[in-house]
C-alpha cells in the first residue's frame, strides 16, 4: 500500500516563496510519474507540474518560470518550489503518484492549503 504525506503549505504574501514536500511511503515512487495538483472550490483539480522517473518535467504554462519541481527517489519525497506566488495561486496541493506495476495505479495524499494575501 502506498500512502502520500503533504507538508509546507500555509499563508504567504504575494512574492513570496513555499515549498512543498510530499513523503511517499512505499516502494514504488522511483518508478513512477510524480505530479502536483491544486483545486478551489468549485472547480477541477488541476495539474501544476509533473516529474517522470528520468526526471523529465512538465510544468502547466501558469506556473512557468515560477514554480519547480524536483523528488529525491532515496528519501522518497516530492517537493514543489513556489516563487513570485500570487494571489491566484491560491488553493489546496495535492500530491500524486502514477505507475503501472502489472496494472495501473494512482494514488493521493490528502491536500495542502496555499494562501497567497497580503
Known amino acids: 500500500q502506498v500512502q502520500l504525506a503533504e507538508s509546507g503549505g500555509g499563508l504567504v504574501q504575494p512574492g513570496g516563496s513555499l515549498r512543498l514536500s510530499c513523503k511517499v511511503y512505499?516502494?514504488?515512487?522511483?518508478?513512477?510519474?510524480a505530479g502536483w495538483y491544486r483545486q478551489v472550490p468549485g472547480k477541477e483539480r488541476d495539474l501544476v507540474a509533473s516529474?517522470?522517473?528520468?526526471?523529465?518535467?512538465n510544468y502547466a504554462d501558469s506556473v512557468k518560470g515560477r514554480f519547480i519541481i524536483s523528488r529525491d527517489n532515496a528519501r522518497n519525497t516530492l517537493y514543489l518550489q513556489m516563487n513570485s506566488l500570487k494571489p491566484e495561486d491560491t488553493a489546496v496541493y495535492y500530491c500524486?503518484?502514477?505507475?503501472?506495476?502489472?496494472?495501473?495505479?494512482?494514488?493521493w495524499g490528502q491536500g495542502t492549503q496555499v494562501t497567497v494575501s497580503s
Open positions: 512505499g516502494t514504488m515512487f522511483r518508478i513512477g510519474v
Open positions: 516529474i517522470d522517473s528520468d526526471g523529465a518535467t
Open positions: 500524486n503518484l502514477k505507475y503501472n506495476f502489472r496494472r495501473d495505479y494512482d494514488y
